[in-house]
C-alpha cells in the first residue's frame, strides 16, 4: 500500500498523481488517496509563504512545472486567474472516498484533469458536480454534502492526520517508514519498491 | 559553459557538486563556480526560514539528504553542531578564484569535503588555510585576505548578480537561459545538455 497526500491546488501534484498508480501496479501495490491542504501546512505549521507568492521560487517553479510536464508527456495549463480556493474540491474527495471508494481513484484523476489540463475552476461546485455526474455519482448529492459539517470535521481530520505523519508537500508517497515528496521523485519511489532500501544507484557505483 | 551556485552551507549543495563536473566534462562544458549564501536569498530576499529550521521540512531533509547520499555513494556526515557560519568559506572561494582560477574547482570539491564528507567547522580559518596550504597556495595570504575589504566586497558583489539571475537555491545548474535547481535535478541538466529541448522522456512517451 502506498500512501499518495496531495492538494488539488498543487500543480506538481497533479504531475505526480497522474503517474504514481501506474508505478504502484507494477510493483503490486495499492494506492490510499489522501487530500490535504498546503495552506495549513506551509502557512500555518511551517510559517512559509505559498509556493508560487514566494519571490524568485515562484517564478521559477512556473517554468518549472511546465517543463516537467513536457517531460512526462502531460498536458498542462497554468489557470488564467490564480489558484482555487482548495477546500470545496478536498471536501468534495472525502465524499467520494467514504461513500463510493471504488470511485476514488477516477475522481482524483478527473479533479486534477479538470484543473491542471483543461484549465477549469475547481473550486465551483458546479464543476464538481459534472465530475461527479461523469462518474456515475449523484452530483446533487455531492451538493448537499459540500454544505455539511461531516465533511468539514472529515477534511479537517485528515488534514490533522498528514501533519502528524509529517506530510508537509503536494504530492507525497509514503511506503512504510519511507517519506517521499515530490513529483520528481518517483525514481525513488521507484527505487524503494524494487529494492526496499537506499542502495547506490548502479551508474553511481564506483 | 554551465554556471554552478552553491553555498558551502548547504548539504544538498555538496551532492550535487560532488557530481556536476564530470557531467559536464561528459557533454564538452566547462563549469563556472559561484558562491551564493542562501540566508540572503532564503531570508533577505524570499522571506523564508533556513531549511533545517523549518517546522516537518526540516526533519525531512535531514533523512532525505542521509539517503540521497546513500545513493549517490557519496559519503556523508551531518554536523554534530549546526551549520558552520557560511561567510570565510565564501569569501575565500573567491580568493581562490580570483587570483588562482586553475585551483577553483579544486578548492570548491576540498570545502565540501572537509564540511561534509569529514565533519569539519568550514567557518575556522585554520580549515580553510588548511585546505589552500594543501593545494599548494599561500594559507597566510588567505588568512590575510579574509579579513580585507577586497573579498567583503567581491562577495556581496556576487550574491547581488547570483539574486539578479534569479538564483535562489543551491545547488543551481545554469545553461544558456535554463535554470535548474536541485542536486536531484542533474538528470534533468544532463537531458538539456543532450537535447537542448524538454522533449519526453522515453519512458514517458506514449
Chains 1, 2 share one sequence.
Not at 28 to 37: K, S
Not at 43 to 54: C, E, F, H, I, R
Not at 123 to 134: C, G, N, R, Y
Request: hydrophobic content about 45%.
Amino acid at each position: 500500500m502506498i500512501d499518495v497526500y496531495f492538494d488539488f491546488i498543487s500543480p506538481y501534484g497533479y504531475l505526480g498523481v497522474m503517474q504514481v498508480e501506474k508505478l504502484a501496479r507494477k510493483y503490486g501495490h495499492d494506492v490510499n488517496w489522501h487530500a490535504m491542504l498546503l495552506g495549513v501546512s506551509v502557512m500555518n505549521v511551517m510559517g512559509l509563504k505559498p509556493l508560487l507568492d514566494t519571490p524568485l521560487k515562484g517564478e521559477y517553479a512556473i517554468k518549472d512545472v511546465a517543463r516537467l510536464a513536457s517531460l512526462y508527456d502531460l498536458p498542462f495549463k497554468m489557470p488564467e486567474h490564480g489558484m482555487p480556493p482548495p477546500v470545496p474540491s478536498a471536501r468534495a474527495f472525502y465524499w467520494v472516498k467514504d461513500n463510493f471508494p471504488e470511485k476514488t481513484s477516477d475522481f482524483v484523476c478527473a479533479v486534477y484533469n479538470a484543473q491542471w489540463r483543461d484549465g477549469l475552476d475547481i473550486s465551483q461546485v458546479s464543476i464538481l458536480m459534472d465530475i461527479a455526474t461523469s462518474l456515475g455519482l449523484e452530483g446533487q448529492a455531492l451538493q448537499v454534502a459540500l454544505d455539511g459539517d461531516v465533511l468539514r470535521n472529515r477534511l479537517r481530520e485528515a488534514v490533522g492526520h498528514s501533519l502528524k505523519r509529517g506530510v508537509f508537500g503536494s504530492p507525497t508517497f509514503v511506503v512504510g517508514d519511507e517519506m517521499i515528496w515530490g513529483c520528481d521523485r518517483l525514481w525513488m519511489l521507484e527505487h524503494w519498491l524494487q529494492k526496499g532500501n537506499w542502495s547506490p544507484l548502479e551508474e553511481n557505483k564506483d
